[in-house]
């Protein structure tokens, strides 16, 4: 141990303890759903005594399947017109906003932080609402106003897929490239105007070319986002007959019986794959950025652009966007909520508002178990996130033992891992195991630790680094234990940052669908996969109430994050 002062004698073996118990806590959470993974893949599944036999027959059916290159063109095809989507709306936005004078930009921080609150399935719906050729209210509106004899838009579409998914993320490249755009050199835009290059000249030859590699590195994020994603392609994908690989995973699992781990397995595996070059892809782009730097230091105050006239359509975008990305999807959510029935917005249709749904929504069948089940499995997963990702981060961070890293890069491992595929690792390790919890809270319980165990120990590391590390080498000094000092010592200084990571993680867990669809059973649905099954028993209206309730709670949960930031700085 070269890190802490080394303890005395006595204190080795609650040291060791400390040791083995968080790194095999580590492991089996993440390492070892993985192996067995690869091993379903390989071998028969074990039933009714057989013992498992090695197989290819998995990958045999999945490469000699022509319906698996349908299944990678749509994947590829959602990804990347997803990506462009949010990139380009994104983009705009973020570029509106930091490198123009723009009345009304200082608002569009906040304007974002609304969209990154609500749950992808609750988008997704809202979007039905209002592009279903059947009941969507922009159909219905569009139809009537042109004389048009069909309706203009079908959700149900690869288009519909990726527009969802797209204005989804938007805020997302908004919050990423803003930071871009505004730490950005001013003088080169300068000189670009100086020489004659108008506005646009200027952002085509200068601003995006400098900015390319963190357009390119978002790009890349977007696109592992658009593969692994699977609630679009559930809610839209699946009833349009477009499969993807998250939903063949699903559909492998929770539509076949008896589940075919096999396949799904062997889905999940060429899904990690696929995701895998893309992240590979983003690594490269990144440390390669450096020869793209624009910012020395020579100091420089960032000047904005006077788009004079222009400023009126700058306006009218910002409108646009805030339309289109937030009052849209939940003036729709709140309008279902409260109608008995899909209807147009209308001031004739006023007097038919009734809040029953929200009275109905408790009585409806396992709403109130999913609201209990949601609210202590997110308080209770966020615990041993945050407290495993201290003791993960003192290990690497404080004590520095050799290996240390290999341990950081296993508890950030599952950020690589697509939430179906964290969901079909899950299910093949617990069937296998001789304990049953497959079907119950536990199950997911473990599927949500493992699923964000990596924002705990990276908001942890965050805050050991700015602990000086002669606080713990006092307390071993005056003879504390390892243990000791991290709970008495370590632990209190950090604790304000880790109840933030706390408040954060429960947002997440609330809002993850991918990852318990395929494990959850009749006593142990949660809230999102309560919203889901409403979905798909038609039983709209009371979905959207439940949907409005989830987004109120999670905006107080997001309310008190930022409450609880801004006493700490």
């Given amino acids: 141990m070269s890190g802490l002062p080394r303890l005395q004698h006595k204190y080795a073996i609650s040291t060791g303890v400390f040791l083995l118990v968080t790194i095999a806590a580590v492991m089996f959470i993440t390492l070892v759903p993985l192996l067995f993974l690869l091993y379903q893949t390989f071998f028969t599944?074990?039933?009714?005594?057989?013992?498992?036999?090695?197989?290819l027959k998995n990958y045999v059916s999945v490469f000699t399947d022509p319906a698996t290159l349908t299944v990678l063109k749509n994947s590829t095809e959602f990804a990347f017109g997803s990506s462009f989507v949010a990139l380009f709306v994104g983009g705009t936005m973020a570029w509106v906003t930091e490198r123009t004078r723009t009345p009304g930009r200082q608002w569009m921080y906040l304007v974002n932080m609304v969209p990154l609150i609500l749950p992808g399935i609750l988008v997704t719906m809202a979007w039905v609402f209002l592009l279903s050729p059947k009941i969507g209210l922009l159909n219905l509106l569009v139809t009537k106003l042109f004389f048009l004899n069909k309706p203009p838009f079908n959700v149900y579409s690869m288009g519909g897929m990726i527009w969802i998914q797209g204005i989804h993320w938007a805020p997302f490249a908004f919050i990423t490239l803003a930071g871009t755009f505004r730490a950005m050199n001013p003088d080169l835009e300068e000189a670009a105007t100086v020489s004659g290059?108008?506005?646009?000249?200027?952002?085509?030859?200068?601003?995006?070319?400098?900015?390319?590699?963190?357009?390119?590195?978002?790009?890349?994020?977007?696109?592992?986002?658009?593969?692994?994603?699977?609630?679009?392609?559930?809610?839209?994908?699946?009833?349009?007959?477009?499969?993807?690989f998250t939903s063949r995973i699903y559909e492998a699992v929770a539509k076949s019986y008896p589940a075919n781990l096999?396949?799904?397995?062997?889905?999940?595996?060429?899904?990690?794959?696929?995701?895998?070059?893309?992240?590979?892809?983003y690594y490269m782009a990144t440390r390669e950025s450096s020869s793209f730097a624009t910012i020395t230091g020579k100091g420089y105050r960032a000047r904005l652009i006077d788009v004079g006239k222009w400023r009126y359509a700058t306006v009218a975008i910002y409108a646009l966007y805030v339309m289109v990305a937030v009052l849209l999807p939940l003036i729709?959510?709140?309008?279902?909520?409260?109608?008995?029935?899909?209807?147009?917005?209308?001031?004739?249709?006023?007097?038919?508002?009734?809040?029953?749904?929200?009275?109905?929504?408790?009585?409806?069948?396992?709403?109130v178990g999913a609201m209990f089940n949601t609210v202590y499995l997110s308080f209770f997963a966020s615990l041993i996130i945050v407290m495993l990702g201290v003791m993960t981060s003192f290990i690497v961070v404080k004590m520095k033992l050799k290996g240390g890293r290999i341990l950081d890069v296993l508890g950030t491992l599952p950020l690589t891992f697509p939430g179906t595929v964290v969901g079909v690792a899950l299910a093949t390790l617990y069937l296998r195991l001789p304990v049953a919890i497959y079907g119950t809270v536990w199950i997911l319980l473990i599927a949500f630790v493992t699923r964000f165990l990596p924002y705990g120990i990276r908001a942890a590391n965050s805050s050991l680094l700015q602990v000086h590390a002669e606080l713990e080498e006092a307390a071993a000094i005056s003879g504390a234990s390892l243990v000791r000092t991290l709970v008495m010592i370590t632990l209190p200084v950090v604790l304000s940052g880790m109840v933030g990571t706390f408040i954060y993680v429960m947002t997440l867990v609330i809002r993850e669908f991918p990852s318990v669809v395929l494990l959850y059973g009749p006593q142990s649905r949660v809230i999102a996969v309560q919203l889901f099954e409403m979905w798909e028993s038609a039983a709209f209206n009371q979905a959207a109430a439940l949907g409005v309730l989830m987004i109120l709670f999670l905006s107080a949960l997001a309310l008190l994050m930022r409450r609880f930031q801004a006493k700490e700085s």
């Fill in 45 to 55: 599944p074990e039933y009714a005594g057989n013992l498992a036999v090695f197989t």
């Fill in 197 to 244: 290059a108008g506005i646009w000249n200027s952002l085509r030859m200068v601003t995006l070319p400098i900015n390319l590699p963190a357009i390119l590195s978002l790009f890349l994020i977007l696109l592992v986002r658009g593969l692994e994603n699977f609630v679009v392609p559930a809610v839209v994908g699946i009833p349009a007959g477009i499969d993807v």
């Fill in 262 to 281: 096999g396949l799904a397995s062997t889905y999940s595996v060429v899904l990690m794959i696929v995701t895998g070059i893309g992240l590979g892809l």
């Fill in 332 to 367: 729709m959510l709140i309008w279902v909520s409260i109608t008995p029935y899909s209807m147009a917005i209308s001031g004739k249709n006023f007097h038919l508002v009734t809040l029953n749904n929200y009275v109905e929504v408790f009585n409806y069948p396992g709403v």
